[in-house]
């Protein structure tokens, strides 16, 4: 059974061991995602040349498949880094950023989850449906609404099972899940929505935690809990400041994670299929 003295204890050993996390993401996030991942105790590289990715994604504790700004280039790179991850038993993360948008964005993100076992996927509802080939019906305003969450929870179990890997659902509760368990993390701020690449830097931050913790689910929703609790602290932090005070109280208060931070900011509810 996971308990909080689980979770909290993986703050303390990722800033130990300082993981390498492997960043192939879009070029609008690369700066926060770089500086969010330092705040947080990992080590942030990013490379994207096919001539390196195999070398760097083998040596790398994850790597972090992001399809924000995407290119033919950039999936062929993706797919050599994924491969060599898989071969060196280094897990993967895909973040399908815009899947379901256009169908180039679709297909590329269904080619790498057909060519690579990837360990964990984190994206919007939308983004997930799609992956799965499913029309996005969920619809309305996330905050407060039980019925969405039920929703998304069901969507993340049936990704699970079908792409066999472990499905992060974001919204106002967000959901994780192997297809099997999981759980339902409420935190955070609704401020991280007005903030650039926050989604983005959240698939890195969960790549960190699950390049310390064999177990994804356990590692996931660290990872969910730990940054939930980092953008409610900074939101109240920042109260009527505005987005930009936020975002700079977000990244300190990253790096001021503890074993105790998660009490308090964080619900998590598990659930069993």
């Known amino acids: ?58 040596i790398a504790g994850a790597l972090v498949l992001n399809l924000g700004t995407l290119s033919a280039e950039l999936v062929e790179s993706m ?22 948008a256009t169908p180039y964005r679709t297909i590329s993100a269904q080619r790498i989850l057909q060519e690579v076992d990837v360990s964990l996927i984190r994206g919007n509802a939308a983004e997930i449906a799609h992956l799965i080939g499913e029309d996005h019906t ?14 998304r929870r069901a969507l993340a179990v049936r990704a699970a099972k079908k792409l066999n890997t472990v499905v992060v659902v974001t919204g106002s509760e967000d959901v994780i899940t192997d297809g099997q368990s999981g759980n339902m993390v409420r935190g955070g701020h609704p401020l991280l929505t007005q903030v650039t690449g926050t989604g983005c830097l959240l698939t890195s931050v969960l790549g960190a935690f699950v390049a310390v913790e064999k177990d994804r689910l356990l590692a996931g929703t660290a990872g969910l809990g730990f940054y939930g609790a980092a953008a409610l602290r900074g939101a109240e932090r920042t109260e009527n400041q505005g987005v930009g005070s936020f975002q700079i109280a977000f990244l300190d208060e990253l790096s001021r994670l503890n074993p105790v931070s998660l009490a308090g900011n964080v619900s998590i509810r598990e659930f069993v299929i």
């Not at 993981?19 to 990992?42: C, I």
């Not at 969920?138 to 929703?151: F, H, M, Q, S, W």
């Open 79 to 100: 797919m050599i880094a994924g491969q060599a991850a898989n071969k060196h038993g280094v897990p993967v993360l895909l973040d399908p950023v815009g899947a379901g």
């Open 1 to 58: 059974m996971m308990t909080a003295d689980h979770l909290s204890a993986l703050i303390v050993k990722l800033r130990e061991e300082r993981p390498l996390v492997h960043n192939m993401t879009n070029v609008v996030v690369t700066n926060f995602t770089a500086n969010g991942l330092l705040a947080l105790g990992a080590s942030p590289v990013m490379a994207y040349a096919r001539e390196e990715v195999a070398d760097m994604a083998r």
């Open 138 to 151: 969920i619809k309305g305003v996330d905050a407060g609404d039980t019925k969405l969450g039920d929703e």
